[in-house]
């Protein structure tokens, strides 16, 4: 299972960026995506989560400027982020878990959690 992850960039404080991550072909569902961010020297943290059925949950510095979002055909995660500030620059990654794949003999499904690459945002003051 692969999850890329694009969009992120340097985008000046009360900006806005989308970033998107695309699961791999093999994927046939996936029940929960998210994005998570994570600065040096600090743990990784909740950004965002949509389950497949679409009920999403944020954290508390993405409320009111976050929008996750999904569409589950293509097993793809968006996060459009407005009203950006410095303290978002981090590094983002998206995650999946609940991964439905597609096998020679039909279908597996894992519980453990797949992470992207990682997607760096910087806002500038």
């Known amino acids: 299972v692969q999850l890329q992850a694009f969009g992120g960039g340097l985008v000046q404080a009360g900006g806005s960026l989308r970033l998107s991550c695309a699961g791999s072909e093999s994927i046939l569902s996936i029940d929960t995506m998210g994005w998570y961010r994570q600065v040096v020297g600090k743990a990784r943290e909740l950004v965002a989560t949509?389950?497949?059925?679409?009920?999403?949950n944020y954290a508390d510095s993405a409320k009111g400027r976050f929008t996750i979002s999904g569409d589950n055909a293509k097993n793809t995660v968006y996060l459009q982020m407005n009203s950006l500030k410095p303290e978002d620059t981090a590094v983002y990654y998206c995650?999946?878990?609940?991964?439905?794949?597609?096998?020679?003999?039909?279908?597996?499904?894992?519980?453990?959690?797949?992470w992207g690459q990682g997607t760096e945002v910087t806002v500038s003051s």
């Open positions: 995650n999946a878990e609940g991964v439905t794949q597609r096998r020679s003999y039909g279908s597996l499904k894992t519980v453990t959690p797949y």
């Open positions: 949509i389950t497949r059925d679409g009920s999403t």
